[in-house]
Protein backbone atom coordinates (compact mmCIF):
# COMPACT_ATOMS: atom_id res chain seq x y z
CA UNK A 1 0.00 0.00 0.00
CA UNK A 2 1.72 3.22 -0.89
CA UNK A 3 1.47 6.30 1.65
CA UNK A 4 -1.41 8.00 0.08
CA UNK A 5 -3.71 5.96 2.18
CA UNK A 6 -1.70 5.75 5.31
CA UNK A 7 -1.40 8.71 6.21
CA UNK A 8 -5.53 10.27 5.88
CA UNK A 9 -6.90 13.87 4.71
CA UNK A 10 -7.13 16.08 7.90
CA UNK A 11 -8.00 19.21 6.08
CA UNK A 12 -11.19 17.80 4.30
CA UNK A 13 -14.20 19.93 5.49
CA UNK A 14 -12.11 21.49 8.47
CA UNK A 15 -10.33 25.09 8.22
CA UNK A 16 -8.40 23.23 11.84
CA UNK A 17 -7.76 20.73 13.19
CA UNK A 18 -10.08 18.71 15.39
CA UNK A 19 -6.74 19.09 18.45
CA UNK A 20 -6.89 22.66 17.76
CA UNK A 21 -10.60 23.19 17.98
CA UNK A 22 -10.49 21.20 21.22
CA UNK A 23 -8.05 23.87 23.02
CA UNK A 24 -9.99 26.69 21.54
CA UNK A 25 -13.02 25.81 23.03
CA UNK A 26 -10.76 24.56 26.31
CA UNK A 27 -12.27 21.41 26.01
CA UNK A 28 -9.96 18.64 27.29
CA UNK A 29 -7.22 17.08 25.43
CA UNK A 30 -7.03 13.53 26.33
CA UNK A 31 -10.05 12.45 28.14
CA UNK A 32 -10.78 13.93 31.56
CA UNK A 33 -6.61 14.76 31.67
CA UNK A 34 -6.42 18.45 31.53
CA UNK A 35 -2.69 20.18 29.98
CA UNK A 36 -0.90 20.97 33.36
CA UNK A 37 -1.52 24.71 34.61
CA UNK A 38 1.99 25.20 35.10
CA UNK A 39 2.80 24.71 31.01
CA UNK A 40 0.02 27.62 30.55
CA UNK A 41 1.85 30.15 32.89
CA UNK A 42 4.02 32.53 30.68
CA UNK A 43 7.53 32.72 32.19
CA UNK A 44 10.02 35.27 30.52
CA UNK A 45 13.92 34.01 30.12
CA UNK A 46 15.98 37.38 29.62
CA UNK A 47 19.74 36.93 27.61
CA UNK A 48 22.25 38.22 28.55
CA UNK A 49 24.12 41.29 26.57
CA UNK A 50 24.85 41.00 22.82
CA UNK A 51 23.76 36.98 23.08
CA UNK A 52 20.79 37.28 21.24
CA UNK A 53 22.58 36.52 18.03
CA UNK A 54 21.37 33.06 17.26
CA UNK A 55 17.97 33.95 18.14
CA UNK A 56 17.46 36.59 15.71
CA UNK A 57 19.43 33.92 13.07
CA UNK A 58 16.41 31.64 14.11
CA UNK A 59 18.29 29.24 15.74
CA UNK A 60 16.19 27.12 17.90
CA UNK A 61 18.33 26.79 20.69
CA UNK A 62 19.10 29.19 23.77
CA UNK A 63 22.16 28.29 25.61
CA UNK A 64 22.36 28.36 29.35
CA UNK A 65 25.41 30.42 28.47
CA UNK A 66 23.15 33.13 26.98
CA UNK A 67 20.33 33.22 30.05
CA UNK A 68 21.10 35.92 32.43
CA UNK A 69 17.88 35.47 34.05
CA UNK A 70 15.12 32.77 34.58
CA UNK A 71 12.63 34.28 36.98
CA UNK A 72 10.03 32.82 38.78
CA UNK A 73 9.92 29.21 39.87
CA UNK A 74 8.95 27.60 36.13
CA UNK A 75 9.23 23.52 35.75
CA UNK A 76 10.88 22.13 32.65
CA UNK A 77 8.42 21.71 29.96
CA UNK A 78 7.02 25.42 30.67
CA UNK A 79 5.68 27.74 27.47
CA UNK A 80 8.29 30.21 28.30
CA UNK A 81 9.04 33.49 26.42
CA UNK A 82 12.58 34.68 25.71
CA UNK A 83 14.15 38.28 25.76
CA UNK A 84 16.92 40.40 25.01
CA UNK A 85 18.68 42.17 27.31
CA UNK A 86 16.85 45.33 26.51
CA UNK A 87 13.70 43.67 26.95
CA UNK A 88 12.13 42.70 22.97
CA UNK A 89 10.68 39.72 22.69
CA UNK A 90 12.62 37.25 20.71
CA UNK A 91 10.78 33.95 20.42
CA UNK A 92 8.46 31.95 22.70
CA UNK A 93 9.24 27.78 23.39
CA UNK A 94 9.53 25.04 25.76
CA UNK A 95 11.72 25.92 28.93
CA UNK A 96 14.18 22.69 29.99
CA UNK A 97 15.83 23.77 33.31
CA UNK A 98 18.35 20.35 33.57
CA UNK A 99 19.34 20.62 29.88
CA UNK A 100 22.42 22.82 28.86
CA UNK A 101 20.32 23.51 25.83
CA UNK A 102 17.63 26.22 28.43
CA UNK A 103 14.92 26.95 25.65
CA UNK A 104 13.90 25.08 22.12
CA UNK A 105 12.32 27.79 20.03
CA UNK A 106 8.96 26.99 18.53
CA UNK A 107 8.63 30.37 17.42
CA UNK A 108 10.52 33.83 16.70
CA UNK A 109 9.25 37.64 17.13
CA UNK A 110 7.26 39.16 19.60
CA UNK A 111 3.87 37.53 18.75
CA UNK A 112 2.54 34.37 20.91
CA UNK A 113 0.60 31.87 19.23
CA UNK A 114 -0.11 29.93 21.61
CA UNK A 115 0.31 26.25 22.68
CA UNK A 116 -2.23 25.56 19.55
CA UNK A 117 1.10 25.91 17.40
CA UNK A 118 1.99 22.34 18.69
CA UNK A 119 -1.16 20.90 16.23
CA UNK A 120 -0.92 22.95 13.47
CA UNK A 121 2.68 22.11 13.34
CA UNK A 122 1.87 18.46 13.70
CA UNK A 123 -0.49 18.64 11.10
CA UNK A 124 1.73 20.81 8.82
CA UNK A 125 4.70 18.07 8.90
CA UNK A 126 2.15 15.25 8.05
CA UNK A 127 1.08 17.64 4.78
CA UNK A 128 4.21 17.93 3.63
CA UNK A 129 5.31 14.03 3.07
CA UNK A 130 2.02 13.75 1.99
CA UNK A 131 1.95 12.91 -1.93
CA UNK A 132 5.82 14.27 -1.57
CA UNK A 133 7.11 12.44 -5.26
CA UNK A 134 10.55 11.46 -3.21
CA UNK A 135 8.54 9.86 -0.42
CA UNK A 136 6.74 7.42 -2.58
CA UNK A 137 6.10 3.68 -2.37
CA UNK A 138 6.63 3.10 1.38
CA UNK A 139 4.62 2.38 4.35
CA UNK A 140 7.95 3.12 6.84
CA UNK A 141 8.11 7.00 6.80
CA UNK A 142 9.39 9.22 9.39
CA UNK A 143 6.35 11.50 9.74
CA UNK A 144 7.90 14.69 12.28
CA UNK A 145 11.53 15.44 12.60
CA UNK A 146 12.05 17.64 15.66
CA UNK A 147 13.34 20.85 14.37
CA UNK A 148 13.49 20.42 10.66
CA UNK A 149 9.30 20.70 11.12
CA UNK A 150 9.45 23.03 13.48
CA UNK A 151 9.04 20.22 16.82
CA UNK A 152 12.56 20.46 18.93
CA UNK A 153 12.22 17.47 20.69
CA UNK A 154 9.87 15.34 19.01
CA UNK A 155 10.37 12.60 16.51
CA UNK A 156 7.60 10.23 14.71
CA UNK A 157 8.25 7.39 12.77
CA UNK A 158 5.66 5.02 10.16
CA UNK A 159 6.24 1.85 10.06
CA UNK A 160 3.11 0.25 8.37
CA UNK A 161 0.11 -0.06 10.98
CA UNK A 162 2.89 1.40 14.06
CA UNK A 163 3.22 5.37 15.01
CA UNK A 164 6.84 5.16 16.83
CA UNK A 165 6.82 8.52 19.06
CA UNK A 166 9.77 10.11 21.09
CA UNK A 167 9.57 12.63 23.04
CA UNK A 168 13.07 13.46 23.25
CA UNK A 169 12.63 17.19 25.16
CA UNK A 170 11.08 18.32 28.80
CA UNK A 171 8.51 20.63 26.63
CA UNK A 172 7.68 17.46 24.25
CA UNK A 173 7.26 15.06 27.52
CA UNK A 174 4.84 17.11 29.40
CA UNK A 175 3.04 17.22 26.39
CA UNK A 176 3.04 13.50 25.54
CA UNK A 177 -0.41 12.60 25.35
CA UNK A 178 -1.83 15.46 24.03
CA UNK A 179 0.43 14.88 20.86
CA UNK A 180 -0.41 11.00 21.12
CA UNK A 181 -4.28 11.64 20.36
CA UNK A 182 -3.71 14.23 17.97
CA UNK A 183 -1.36 11.82 15.80
CA UNK A 184 -4.07 9.26 16.59
CA UNK A 185 -6.75 11.65 15.33
CA UNK A 186 -4.71 12.61 11.99
CA UNK A 187 -3.36 9.48 10.34
CA UNK A 188 -4.87 6.46 9.98
CA UNK A 189 -2.47 4.60 12.29
CA UNK A 190 -4.48 2.30 14.66
CA UNK A 191 -1.43 1.80 17.13
CA UNK A 192 0.70 3.89 18.57
CA UNK A 193 3.88 3.26 20.44
CA UNK A 194 6.27 5.49 22.51
CA UNK A 195 9.81 4.80 23.40
CA UNK A 196 12.19 5.70 25.29
CA UNK A 197 15.79 7.60 24.74
CA UNK A 198 17.89 6.76 27.96
CA UNK A 199 20.58 9.84 26.94
CA UNK A 200 17.75 12.16 26.31
CA UNK A 201 15.60 11.12 29.64
CA UNK A 202 18.91 12.10 31.84
CA UNK A 203 20.01 15.37 30.05
CA UNK A 204 16.45 16.59 30.09
CA UNK A 205 16.00 15.46 33.96
CA UNK A 206 12.75 13.50 32.69
CA UNK A 207 11.46 9.66 33.00
CA UNK A 208 12.47 7.36 30.14
CA UNK A 209 8.71 6.31 29.51
CA UNK A 210 7.72 3.67 27.32
CA UNK A 211 4.91 1.85 26.32
CA UNK A 212 1.84 1.90 24.28
CA UNK A 213 0.17 5.29 23.53
CA UNK A 214 -3.24 4.26 21.75
CA UNK A 215 -3.84 0.58 20.18
CA UNK A 216 -2.74 -2.97 20.61
CA UNK A 217 0.92 -2.87 19.24
CA UNK A 218 2.64 -6.28 19.70
CA UNK A 219 5.42 -8.29 18.30
CA UNK A 220 6.91 -6.86 15.08
CA UNK A 221 5.87 -4.30 12.83
CA UNK A 222 6.03 -4.84 8.78
CA UNK A 223 6.87 -2.29 6.16
CA UNK A 224 7.07 -2.17 2.71
CA UNK A 225 9.74 -0.08 0.71
CA UNK A 226 9.96 -0.24 -2.98
CA UNK A 227 9.36 -3.55 -3.73
CA UNK A 228 11.51 -4.41 -0.67
CA UNK A 229 9.75 -5.79 2.55
CA UNK A 230 11.14 -5.93 6.14
CA UNK A 231 10.09 -7.26 9.66
CA UNK A 232 10.83 -3.94 12.02
CA UNK A 233 11.29 -4.49 15.59
CA UNK A 234 9.89 -1.17 16.98
CA UNK A 235 9.82 -1.78 20.81
CA UNK A 236 13.58 -3.13 21.04
CA UNK A 237 15.40 -2.52 17.88
CA UNK A 238 17.43 0.44 17.58
CA UNK A 239 16.35 4.32 16.96
CA UNK A 240 12.71 3.61 16.10
CA UNK A 241 13.52 0.08 14.97
CA UNK A 242 14.27 0.37 11.15
CA UNK A 243 16.93 3.02 9.46
CA UNK A 244 14.36 4.68 7.55
CA UNK A 245 17.22 7.73 6.67
CA UNK A 246 19.17 5.08 5.14
CA UNK A 247 15.87 4.45 2.19
CA UNK A 248 17.31 6.59 -1.12
CA UNK A 249 20.67 4.42 -0.15
CA UNK A 250 19.39 1.19 -0.47
CA UNK A 251 17.64 1.74 -3.53
CA UNK A 252 21.46 3.03 -4.74
CA UNK A 253 22.34 -0.50 -3.77
CA UNK A 254 20.01 -2.34 -5.30
CA UNK A 255 20.90 -0.50 -8.56
CA UNK A 256 24.20 -1.59 -8.20
CA UNK A 257 24.17 -5.07 -6.63
CA UNK A 258 23.88 -7.17 -10.05
CA UNK A 259 26.85 -10.10 -10.42
CA UNK A 260 28.78 -8.61 -7.39
CA UNK A 261 29.99 -10.62 -4.42
CA UNK A 262 28.72 -8.15 -0.92
CA UNK A 263 29.91 -7.06 2.02
CA UNK A 264 27.31 -5.42 4.33
CA UNK A 265 29.29 -4.66 7.47
CA UNK A 266 27.47 -3.80 10.73
CA UNK A 267 24.60 -5.04 8.50
CA UNK A 268 22.16 -4.75 11.60
CA UNK A 269 18.35 -6.25 10.42
CA UNK A 270 19.76 -6.73 6.82
CA UNK A 271 18.35 -3.57 5.06
CA UNK A 272 21.09 -3.20 3.01
CA UNK A 273 21.35 -6.90 2.32
CA UNK A 274 18.10 -7.35 1.03
CA UNK A 275 18.58 -4.60 -1.49
CA UNK A 276 21.76 -6.12 -2.71
CA UNK A 277 20.16 -9.47 -2.96
CA UNK A 278 16.75 -8.32 -4.62
CA UNK A 279 19.17 -6.42 -7.16
CA UNK A 280 21.08 -9.32 -8.02
CA UNK A 281 23.71 -9.80 -6.38
CA UNK A 282 26.03 -12.95 -6.54
CA UNK A 283 26.49 -13.36 -2.86
CA UNK A 284 26.00 -11.99 0.27
CA UNK A 285 28.21 -11.08 3.60
CA UNK A 286 26.61 -9.39 6.45
CA UNK A 287 28.75 -8.66 9.39
CA UNK A 288 26.92 -7.46 12.58
CA UNK A 289 27.92 -7.50 16.76
CA UNK A 290 24.19 -8.37 17.46
CA UNK A 291 22.68 -12.24 16.98
CA UNK A 292 19.57 -10.77 17.32
CA UNK A 293 20.17 -8.47 14.89
CA UNK A 294 21.29 -10.91 12.35
CA UNK A 295 18.30 -13.25 13.15
CA UNK A 296 16.11 -10.70 11.83
CA UNK A 297 18.24 -9.95 8.87
CA UNK A 298 18.06 -13.87 8.06
CA UNK A 299 13.98 -13.89 8.39
CA UNK A 300 13.91 -10.28 6.22
CA UNK A 301 16.17 -11.97 3.67
CA UNK A 302 14.09 -15.27 3.21
CA UNK A 303 11.18 -12.38 3.44
CA UNK A 304 12.75 -11.22 0.07
CA UNK A 305 12.78 -14.39 -1.15
CA UNK A 306 17.01 -13.80 -1.66
CA UNK A 307 18.48 -16.94 -3.18
CA UNK A 308 21.66 -16.40 -3.36
CA UNK A 309 24.55 -17.95 -1.39
CA UNK A 310 24.54 -16.12 1.91
CA UNK A 311 26.83 -15.81 4.88
CA UNK A 312 26.22 -14.23 8.36
CA UNK A 313 28.80 -13.49 10.72
CA UNK A 314 28.37 -12.49 14.52
CA UNK A 315 31.31 -10.13 15.02
CA UNK A 316 32.80 -7.28 15.84
CA UNK A 317 32.21 -5.02 12.63
CA UNK A 318 35.83 -3.12 13.07
CA UNK A 319 37.91 -6.71 14.28
CA UNK A 320 35.86 -8.74 10.86
CA UNK A 321 36.80 -5.90 8.78
CA UNK A 322 40.49 -6.19 9.59
CA UNK A 323 40.75 -10.35 9.41
CA UNK A 324 38.83 -10.40 5.84
CA UNK A 325 41.03 -7.86 4.77
CA UNK A 326 44.04 -9.93 6.44
CA UNK A 327 42.96 -13.03 4.63
CA UNK A 328 42.66 -11.50 1.45
CA UNK A 329 38.82 -11.63 0.87
CA UNK A 330 37.76 -9.50 -2.26
CA UNK A 331 34.02 -7.35 -2.82
CA UNK A 332 32.83 -6.01 -5.28
CA UNK A 333 30.19 -3.84 -3.32
CA UNK A 334 30.92 -2.49 0.49
CA UNK A 335 28.19 -0.71 2.56
CA UNK A 336 29.34 0.57 5.81
CA UNK A 337 27.20 2.28 7.96
CA UNK A 338 28.30 2.38 11.91
CA UNK A 339 27.05 3.60 14.15
CA UNK A 340 27.75 7.06 16.19
CA UNK A 341 31.17 7.04 17.12
CA UNK A 342 31.52 10.73 17.67
CA UNK A 343 28.32 11.24 20.57
CA UNK A 344 30.26 14.63 21.37
CA UNK A 345 32.68 17.16 20.23
CA UNK A 346 35.18 15.22 22.66
CA UNK A 347 34.58 11.94 20.82
CA UNK A 348 35.63 13.43 17.47
CA UNK A 349 39.48 12.17 17.16
CA UNK A 350 38.69 8.81 18.36
CA UNK A 351 36.22 8.61 16.07
CA UNK A 352 37.90 9.80 12.96
CA UNK A 353 40.55 7.21 13.64
CA UNK A 354 38.06 4.38 13.68
CA UNK A 355 36.52 5.57 10.70
CA UNK A 356 39.67 5.71 9.05
CA UNK A 357 40.43 2.35 10.18
CA UNK A 358 37.15 1.11 8.89
CA UNK A 359 37.83 2.58 5.16
CA UNK A 360 41.32 1.31 5.05
CA UNK A 361 40.55 -2.38 5.71
CA UNK A 362 37.37 -2.00 3.20
CA UNK A 363 39.71 -0.28 0.89
CA UNK A 364 41.79 -3.61 1.21
CA UNK A 365 38.82 -5.64 1.17
CA UNK A 366 37.78 -3.72 -2.67
CA UNK A 367 38.04 -5.95 -6.33
CA UNK A 368 38.98 -3.78 -8.78
CA UNK A 369 36.24 -1.03 -10.17
CA UNK A 370 34.28 -2.20 -6.45
CA UNK A 371 32.12 -0.07 -5.16
CA UNK A 372 31.83 1.08 -1.53
CA UNK A 373 28.97 3.13 0.58
CA UNK A 374 30.39 4.24 3.99
CA UNK A 375 28.65 6.77 6.31
CA UNK A 376 29.16 8.60 9.32
CA UNK A 377 25.90 9.47 11.21
CA UNK A 378 27.28 12.02 13.87
CA UNK A 379 26.84 15.57 13.46
CA UNK A 380 30.06 16.08 15.02
CA UNK A 381 31.38 14.33 11.77
CA UNK A 382 30.86 17.35 9.43
CA UNK A 383 31.14 16.55 5.64
CA UNK A 384 34.49 18.46 5.38
CA UNK A 385 36.16 16.28 7.90
CA UNK A 386 34.22 12.83 6.43
CA UNK A 387 35.80 13.53 3.32
CA UNK A 388 38.99 14.02 5.08
CA UNK A 389 39.06 11.07 6.58
CA UNK A 390 38.11 9.22 2.99
CA UNK A 391 41.03 10.85 1.60
CA UNK A 392 43.33 9.59 4.24
CA UNK A 393 42.35 6.51 4.19
CA UNK A 394 42.74 5.98 0.26
CA UNK A 395 46.34 7.46 0.44
CA UNK A 396 47.57 4.99 3.45
CA UNK A 397 45.33 1.82 1.56
CA UNK A 398 47.99 3.22 -1.96
CA UNK A 399 44.15 2.93 -3.92
CA UNK A 400 42.72 4.70 -6.26
CA UNK A 401 39.55 6.06 -5.51
CA UNK A 402 36.51 8.56 -7.07
CA UNK A 403 34.25 9.61 -4.90
CA UNK A 404 31.09 9.47 -7.46
CA UNK A 405 28.47 10.72 -5.19
CA UNK A 406 27.91 12.22 -2.01
CA UNK A 407 24.84 10.82 0.10
CA UNK A 408 22.72 11.96 2.74
CA UNK A 409 19.45 11.74 4.36
CA UNK A 410 15.85 10.98 2.05
CA UNK A 411 12.80 14.16 1.93
CA UNK A 412 11.54 12.73 4.85
CA UNK A 413 14.51 13.34 7.01
CA UNK A 414 15.28 17.28 5.97
CA UNK A 415 17.42 19.86 8.47
CA UNK A 416 16.86 23.08 8.57
CA UNK A 417 19.05 25.44 7.02
CA UNK A 418 18.77 27.82 10.08
CA UNK A 419 19.85 24.66 12.06
CA UNK A 420 22.74 22.92 10.75
CA UNK A 421 23.31 20.36 13.59
CA UNK A 422 20.16 18.48 12.28
CA UNK A 423 22.70 17.75 9.02
CA UNK A 424 23.66 14.56 11.02
CA UNK A 425 24.06 11.63 8.20
CA UNK A 426 26.50 11.97 5.92
CA UNK A 427 27.74 9.60 3.10
CA UNK A 428 29.66 8.78 -0.09
CA UNK A 429 29.51 6.27 -3.13
CA UNK A 430 33.26 5.59 -3.71
CA UNK A 431 34.69 3.76 -7.13
CA UNK A 432 37.67 1.91 -6.64
CA UNK A 433 40.32 1.56 -9.31
CA UNK A 434 43.06 -1.46 -9.68
CA UNK A 435 45.11 -2.56 -6.60
CA UNK A 436 47.92 -0.21 -6.50
CA UNK A 437 47.02 2.24 -9.28
CA UNK A 438 46.39 5.40 -7.07
CA UNK A 439 46.51 8.61 -8.74
CA UNK A 440 50.05 10.23 -9.94
Known sequence: MGREGKLGNPREALSISGCEARILAGLPLV??????????????IILSARRERSVLRQHPWVLSGAVAQEPGASESGAWVRVLSSAGGVLGHGHYSARSSIRVRLLAFGKEDP???????????????RRDHPLLTETTGLRLVNAESDGLPGLVVDRMGDVLVVKFLTAGMHARAERIARCLEELTDAPHGYRRRDDTSARREGISPDEGVLWGNPSGLAAIEERGRRYAVDFMQGQ???????QRDARDLVQGLSRGRRTLDVFSYTGGFAV?????????????????????????????????????????????????????????????????????????VQAASRAYKDMLLHALRCASPSAFILAFSCSHHIDPDLFQKIVFGAALDAHRGVRWLRTLGAPADHPFSIYHPEGRYLNGCLLEVESAGQAPG
Open 31 to 44: GTVRMNELLRIMTD
Open 114 to 128: GEALLERRIEAALAR
Open 239 to 245: KTGFYLD
Open 275 to 347: AAGRGGARALVLVDSSQAALETASSNLALNQVECPIEVRHSDAFEALRTAAEAGEKYDLIVLDPPPLARSRRA
